[in-house]
């Protein structure tokens, strides 16, 4: 089984910036697409931005221009980094993988999530 695990939310000022990471573990024989995602309290949830495996990049418009998506191959890792945020970019942020790994013996493909991690910017 894989495993996909979030780091570097918290609590940051209108205009400030964040970075989060998300590393993924496991048997792991390739890994496709990444991506972050948000949800909102009271909302669905949303795409942010992708990154595919040879780094070709794709943002929501809302955040155009102010994030910044990357991935470390070699260490199974996305990274998303967050500036000029903006108290509408408050939610939980969840990564996103399209991964194939081994399992006894056998290959599998799944789209697997992170548990997610809290992004809230207030002054």
């Known amino acids: 089984q894989v495993q996909l695990v979030e780091s570097g939310g918290g609590l940051v000022q209108p205009g400030g910036s964040l970075g989060l990471s998300c590393a993924a573990s496991?048997?792991?024989?390739?890994?496709?697409?990444m991506g972050w995602y948000r949800q909102a309290p009271g909302k669905q949830r949303e795409l942010v931005a992708t990154?595919?495996?040879?780094?070709?990049?794709n943002y929501a418009d809302s955040v155009k221009g102010r994030f910044t998506i990357s991935r470390d191959n070699a260490k199974n890792t996305v990274f998303l980094q967050m500036n000029s945020l903006k108290p509408e970019d408050t939610a939980v942020y969840h990564c996103?993988?399209?991964?194939?790994?081994?399992?006894?013996?056998?290959?599998?493909?799944?789209?697997?999530w992170g548990q997610g991690t809290q992004v809230t910017v207030s002054s």
């Open positions: 496991g048997s792991i024989f390739r890994i496709r697409d």
């Open positions: 996103n993988a399209d991964i194939t790994f081994y399992s006894a013996g056998y290959r599998y493909t799944g789209v697997y």
């Open positions: 990154i595919t495996s040879g780094g070709s990049t």
